[in-house]
């Protein structure tokens, strides 16, 4: 199985196109990316508003951005690993 758009090479790609493509190609991860921004906006104000005595509320606020860094990461070894295999087969 391959990842969408594997044939197109991201480090072939400008700086906006490489952003567009990890960001927000397919539409969903644009929209996970937007809301783990205002979720960990949301729960850092309501940290700060709290006076800090909620300590896992600004835990909670990194979990969405963790959890997309690490899916970005992996799809990027998917393209590497899809690139070094269509490389074999020429």
């Known amino acids: 199985m391959t990842t969408e758009r594997a044939d197109k090479d991201p480090n072939a ?26 979720w960990g906006v949301v729960l850092n104000v309501i940290f700060i508003s709290t006076g800090g005595t909620e300590e896992l509320l600004g835990i909670f606020s990194v979990v969405p951005l963790f959890a997309f860094i690490i899916e970005q990461q992996n799809r990027s070894r998917k393209l590497r690993q899809e690139k070094l295999q269509r490389e074999r087969m020429k």
């Open 13 to 38: 790609m400008n700086f906006w196109q490489q952003t567009r493509f990890y960001l927000f190609e397919p539409w969903w991860r644009g929209v996970w990316f937007i809301g783990a921004i205002v």
